[in-house]
C-alpha cells in the first residue's frame, strides 16, 4: 500500500519538481520504519507489559518462539501483517509536510514518533491495553492509523504555518491526476487486505469486511464528483 500505492497517490498531487523527492520519503520510511518494527516496535505494541499502557521489551528483534501462534496464525506472520500498518501510517503525514521538510528530518520525525505515539496506542488498541479491556474494535486502523496520523499532520501544519507563497490564484494543479488515481486505487485494493486480514482468519467475519469497501468505495466516488 506504501509502495507504490501511497507513495504514487502523493507523488501525482505535488509540482513535478519534487515527484522524485515524495517517492523517496515513501522509500526512506518504509525501509526505516520497518528496521525499527523489528527491533522494538513490535514488542512495544505487542508484548504483554507491566501495565496497560505499553508492552515491554521481551520481543526485542523479534524474540519470539517458533510455535508461537496469534490467533489461527503463526505469530511471526502476524508480527509481519502488523508491521504494514506500522509502515503506512507516518507515509500518511507526508501529505501534511510535503514539499516542505528536508529529508533527514522527514526519517528523525517519523522514528521518534513511531516509538512515542504509535506503538503505545497500538498496544491501547491491538496489543491488549485498556482500550481494548473496554472492548474497542478497530479492523481498519480508524484509531490506530488514520487518528494518530491525522493529529500529526494537523500538529505539523500549525508548527509550520502557512506556505510563503499560498494564495489561490498561486495554487497550481496536481502535477497528475492519473498517477494519483493509479495510487489510490491501488489503496483501495490494499485496504482489502488490512480489513480482511485484522480477522486473523480467512472466515465469515473477513469475508464481511471485504464486502464493506465496494460501499465505501461507492460512497466516496459519488462525493468526490458531486463536489
Keep these: 500500500m506504501t509502495l507504490p500505492g501511497l507513495a504514487l497517490f502523493y507523488a501525482g498531487l505535488v509540482q513535478s519538481k519534487n515527484v522524485v523527492s515524495v517517492l523517496c520519503q515513501h522509500f526512506g520510511i518504509a525501509c526505516l520504519m520497518s528496521i525499527l518494527w523489528v527491533i522494538a516496535g513490535y514488542s512495544l505494541a505487542f508484548s504483554q507489559g507491566t501495565s496497560n499502557l505499553i508492552g515491554d521489551l521481551t520481543k526485542l528483534f523479534l524474540e519470539i518462539s517458533p510455535g508461537s501462534n496469534v490467533g489461527t496464525i503463526p505469530e511471526i506472520l502476524f508480527a509481519m501483517f502488523q508491521m ?127 464486502f464493506s469497501y465496494a460501499c465505501r468505495g461507492f460512497t466516496w466516488s459519488i462525493f468526490v464528483d458531486y463536489y
Design 84 to 210: 504494514t500498518f506500522c509502515i503506512i501510517t507516518p507515509a500518511l503525514v507526508i501529505g501534511a509536510y510535503v514539499e516542505r521538510i528536508k529529508f533527514s528530518v522527514i526519517l528523525i520525525f517519523s522514528s521518534v514518533w513511531l516509538i512515542l505515539v504509535y506503538c503505545p496506542v497500538a498496544y491501547w488498541v491491538w496489543g491488549g491495553g485498556f482500550l481494548a479491556e473496554m472492548g474497542v474494535k478497530d479492523f481498519a486502523g480508524g484509531l490506530v492509523v488514520h487518528t494518530t496520523a491525522g493529529l500529526a499532520a494537523l500538529v505539523i501544519a500549525i508548527v509550520l504555518g502557512k506556505r510563503k507563497s499560498f494564495s489561490k490564484d498561486s495554487l497550481s494543479p496536481p502535477h497528475s491526476p492519473v498517477l494519483t488515481m493509479i495510487g489510490a486505487s491501488m489503496l483501495w485494493v490494499g485496504w482489502f487486505g488490512f480489513n480482511g486480514g485484522s480477522a486473523l482468519a480467512a472466515d465469515y467475519v473477513a469475508s464481511k469486511a471485504y
